[in-house]
């Protein structure tokens, strides 16, 4: 699993939307969150190895608006979150879609739809 650090600045919304679309599964999350590494478990534990970037406190927020304005918007064809969500950490994405966080991303496995979903982005070989 690669983890990159997002720092201040060093990172534009070409970028977030960069990142986005090159990785089957990326996790953008607070750094040293608990909640994200539960995350990352349950997606190594599947077989997939989702690239995680880890956000400093102080940059959150700029992120997160970056994300829904420049990535989440951009794919759903409006700014703000799917169906009147908004993103929060930690925030998955598969195959270049907002998926959800940790409550959707637990839900899916429950159900069993995100294992057919992380094959169809390519994050599976089986």
Known sequence: MEIR???GGKTGHDDLKRMV?????IV???KGCCLSHVVKCL????????TAYEVEEKDLNG??????????????????G???RRLQ????????QWFGGLDR????????????MLKQAGALWL
């Open 5 to 7: 650090v997002i720092n």
């Open 21 to 25: 679309e090159e990785n089957a599964v």
């Open 28 to 30: 953008f999350a607070r």
């Open 43 to 50: 997606l190594r534990g599947l077989g997939a190895n989702p």
């Open 63 to 80: 992120v997160v608006l970056e994300l829904e304005e420049k990535v989440v918007g951009s794919t759903l064809g409006g700014g703000g």
């Open 82 to 84: 799917k169906e009147g």
């Open 89 to 96: 950490f930690p925030a998955v994405f598969i195959g270049g």
């Open 105 to 116: 991303i637990m839900a899916a496995h429950i159900t069993g739809e995100l294992t057919p």
